[in-house]
Structure formats: C-alpha cells, structure tokens
C-alpha cells in the first residue's frame, strides 16, 4: 500500500507521445508491504500525465526505490483518463 507524501508538482503545456498536456508528480512511501525488499517507508513517485483536449493518451507511472523496483509500474490505455484540477478548475482542459 502506497501514501502519497509532501508536495505535488504541476507541468503544463508539455508534450508527450506527440500530445500537449499537463503533468503532475506525486511523492509516494510504501505504506504497508508484504515484499521484505522493499520496506516500510521506501520513497518513490507517481507521474501522471493528462492530454489537453478530447484525446485521452494519459499515462501513470509508479517508481519506487531500486529494492522495490521489482513493483515499478506503467499504464496507459483506453480505460485511464486522467482529469488534474487547480483550485477546483480542471487544467487539462482547452
């Protein structure tokens, strides 16, 4: 189980996989694991991307410390539509 920790940063206007979008990366610990390689407290990042426009090609990413890399992940697929939000106004948004 993952806890997001400390501050979020937000990226605007950025390209990835050919579309414009916006970016925002969350700090992660591992929370609770059942993997003695990767213990209680391993800090790691979640990266979110989120295409401006009707296009959804949004991407999430999960990294964790090299002793939990083994639980690394990324997703990117019909299914994942990723919406950020600034003060209640959503940025991913023409």
Known sequence: MLAVTG???LIGRIRQNG???V?????IKV????????AQGTAGRITLFASYYSVH???MRVQLGARCAASD???????LHVYIARHGAQVNSP
């Open 23 to 27: 970016r925002m990366v969350l700090g």
């Open 7 to 9: 501050r979020s940063k």
């Open 19 to 21: 579309l414009l979008g």
């Open 73 to 79: 992940l990324s997703y990117s697929g019909s299914a």
């Open 31 to 38: 929370h609770v694991s059942d993997d003695p390689a990767c």
């Open 57 to 59: 090609r949004d991407t």
